[in-house]
């Protein structure tokens, strides 16, 4: 009688978990896209700074007009008033071609279908390593440098983070962990900032590992001898990043742990005699794993477009000088696309959190006895 | 014949920002056979943390924790935290925790929470193999028997409370600490919960160590009454006497502030607040508001045997040396 009544309204609820589920996901993937198309909009706008790109592009096409026709022997023989309506000419033929002629919010509209169809285009002044125009393509030839140096700090940095961080919430108040709490302040300085005191001390006055860049000029022969090359290069960089989040990491983690840890059935855990190792697995991590998981997801996505001033620091040619570049020449297709990019990367993998935490937090299951 | 839990001079003091609290000082305590102590006391007496320290689940403050906590004849304090862990906890001292407090880990089905103490004390090689025992031990604290695959968060508060009785009893421990088990739940589901705990300890035999601030819940389970103030226990005796003519004048004052269906008598409210565990008065902890206070409570007040138990007041060494 009593299970009947506690039953019924669950069942109602469950009458067709698959469309709910779907319909849920469409409502998120909807939401999520309507994100990307506002970021990406105001992107744009900003990249050609609301238009302003425009008038100095105009500018230096007269400039160029105004040179070649300078330059250019018939031209410079023809009578003035002709001279300039044939420079008029090509200025107007010149702005047709990059669009000039339409007004700003139109081809916005435009670069913003563009984008969102993944169609990024050609670069205006940039040209990739490989020597190509194509957006993508200077993409994808920045991108390995940026994921090989950040993503393998990101691993070290969250594993080795979190690791200590549970040593020292089992050790509260030890020597080691009031050590940490003193050293968090460190990471307000900057990886760059670190890097520039790691070269002057083990590249310029020691001379054991190299200033900067990504491998040996001229490459070394083999595989093995370039990996390790690269591993050399990668030294200096990685540990810079590491001494500027290492501590506060920890201590961030360790004080997550803490309060995770002082949660009652943590503390009846331990009555029931759980081994400490089997409480710290089951009742501290399993709980704080959908934390734990975002953190690690928007980390790894942190990696993608790498950081500017360190690439510059240390002279590796990644996606962060790439783009560095790109706002320098206002060059705007770059920009917007590794934009994008990172736009729909952040959104597939947002989506892809909703899921895992659907499956291991048994809380946020849609609807799920009504409370969820 | 010995008791089963005898707690001697128990001591529990925390390192706090604003010195050292006493929070347990000096604590004498029996558990017979069988039988079920209620510790009565207003909050900030040092209830709980008495369940801490017979639990041995210490906050990462403490500054000192001694005295003697002998279950079944054995020392525990002489016992290592790994030998205590597997010899002593849930086997043989388990715990259900307050009503209010989520005790039940969020993101385990009943079931596994419930069956975790068999396969750790080696009775099941996997949590499968507990299913029959899981489904009577919740039958047996009137849980439905589907709810064994829900998550807390899908339970009702009494009935998360009373997965974490069959949790406590599912290795049949002679004792069973129990931290004001039904304080936070209406009065409805109080008296269903403490009929059941009525129920299971006529059944199983088990001993309870009730730590409640609420007399009514101790008149119905209670056996003996240990009356807890500011850290120490004034008064232990067996609850009939502490119901019908409690010897401590704070006793006397916990029992006149709730009303009696047996007397006409209104509540009388005990003015005043306890002493603060920071520092504790030199004398008689209770003297600043007791009514009949007289010369000697300025000193420490003595450990006096009656019958069935002991009362720490000066009122009583007085009567026991003049009939001497």
């Not at chain 1, 900032?193 to 491998?215: C, D, N, Q, S």
């Amino acid at each position: 009688m009593v299970q009947a009544a506690v039953t019924a309204p669950r069942g109602g609820v469950r009458q067709h978990p698959a469309v709910r589920v779907l319909l849920y996901a469409l409502a998120r993937l909807a939401a999520l896209f309507a994100a990307v198309v506002v970021g990406v909009y105001l992107t744009i706008l900003v990249a050609n700074m609301g238009g302003y790109v425009d008038q100095i592009k105009r500018a230096e096409i007269r400039e160029q007009v105004a040179l070649a026709v300078s330059l250019n022997e018939q031209l410079r023989r023809l009578p003035a008033d002709v001279r300039e309506r044939v420079a008029e000419e090509m200025v107007r033929n010149e702005e047709r071609r990059l669009g000039l002629d339409r007004p700003f919010l139109s081809r916005s509209v435009a670069y913003l279908r563009d984008a969102l169809l993944l169609r990024l285009g050609f670069a205006e002044r940039m040209t990739s390593d490989t020597g190509s125009r194509l957006v993508r393509q200077i993409i994808l030839d920045r991108l390995p440098a940026t994921l090989l140096l950040f993503l393998s700090a990101q691993l070290l940095l969250f594993f080795t983070s979190v690791a200590a961080a549970l040593v020292l919430s089992r050790r509260y108040g030890s020597l080691a962990d009031r050590l940490v709490v003193a050293l968090a302040p460190t990471s307000a300085a900057p990886a760059w900032f670190y890097g520039i005191f790691l070269i002057l001390v083990f590249a310029a006055g020691l001379r054991w590992l190299p200033f900067g860049g990504m491998v040996d000029a001229p490459p070394p022969e083999g595989k093995l001898a370039y990996a390790a090359s690269v591993l050399r290069h990668m030294v200096l960089p990685l540990s810079s990043l590491a001494l500027s989040s290492i501590f506060l990491s920890v201590y961030a983690w360790r004080t997550f742990f803490l309060i995770f840890s002082s949660e009652d059935y943590v503390e009846l855990a331990r009555a029931k005699g759980l081994p400490d190792r089997l409480v710290e697995r089951r009742y501290i991590l399993r709980p704080a794993l959908p934390t734990i998981l975002t953190s690690f997801a928007l980390g790894l996505i942190g990696a993608w477009t790498g950081a500017i001033v360190l690439e510059t620091v240390f002279n590796w040619p990644g996606l962060g000088r790439a783009l560095y570049q790109a706002v320098g020449l206002y060059d705007t297709p770059v920009i917007v696309g590794s934009t994008i990019l990172y736009a729909y990367l952040l959104a597939v993998t947002v989506f892809a959190l909703d899921v895992v935490y659907a499956v291991v937090d048994p809380r946020v299951r849609v609807g799920a006895g009504g409370q969820g | 014949m010995e008791p089963l839990l005898r707690v001697e001079d128990l001591r529990l003091y925390f390192r706090t920002a604003s010195g050292l609290v006493r929070a347990v000082d000096g604590v004498h305590l029996e558990v017979g056979r069988g039988r079920t102590v209620a510790v009565l006391g207003e909050s900030g007496c040092g209830k709980t943390s008495l369940a801490r320290a017979v639990l041995r689940l210490l906050p990462r403050n403490v500054a000192h924790y001694s005295g003697r906590v002998v279950l079944d004849g054995q020392d525990l304090m002489g016992l290592s935290e790994e030998q205590f862990r597997q010899r002593v906890r849930w086997a043989r001292l388990s715990f259900v925790p307050q009503a209010a407090m989520n005790s039940l880990n969020p993101v385990l089905r009943i079931r596994d929470q419930v069956a975790e103490p068999l396969w750790l004390a080696g009775l099941v090689r996997r949590p499968e193999e507990a299913q029959e025992q899981v489904e009577a031990a919740l039958r047996r604290v009137g849980v439905p028997v589907d709810f064994a695959d829900r998550y807390p968060f899908e339970l009702s508060g009494g009935m998360r409370q009373r997965v974490a009785i069959a949790m406590a009893l599912i290795l049949r421990p002679p004792l069973v600490v129990l931290d004001e088990p039904t304080s936070a739940l209406d009065v409805l589901t109080q008296a269903n919960l403490l009929n059941l705990l009525k129920t299971l300890r006529w059944e199983l035999g088990t001993s309870f160590l009730l730590i409640t601030h609420d007399v009514a819940t101790a008149s119905e389970l209670a056996d003996d009454v240990a009356v807890m103030y500011a850290g120490q226990v004034v008064e232990f005796g067996p609850a009939e006497r502490f119901f019908r003519q409690p010897l401590h004048p704070y006793a006397r004052a916990l029992r006149a502030s709730v009303v009696s269906l047996r007397e006409e008598r209104p509540p009388t409210p005990l003015p005043g607040r306890p002493p603060s565990l920071l520092s504790p008065p030199e004398g008689c902890r209770f003297a600043d508001r007791c009514p009949e206070r007289f010369d000697p409570c300025g000193q420490p007040p003595p450990q006096v045997s009656v019958e069935g138990g002991c009362v720490m007041c000066w009122l009583y060494a007085q009567e026991a040396s003049r009939a001497r």
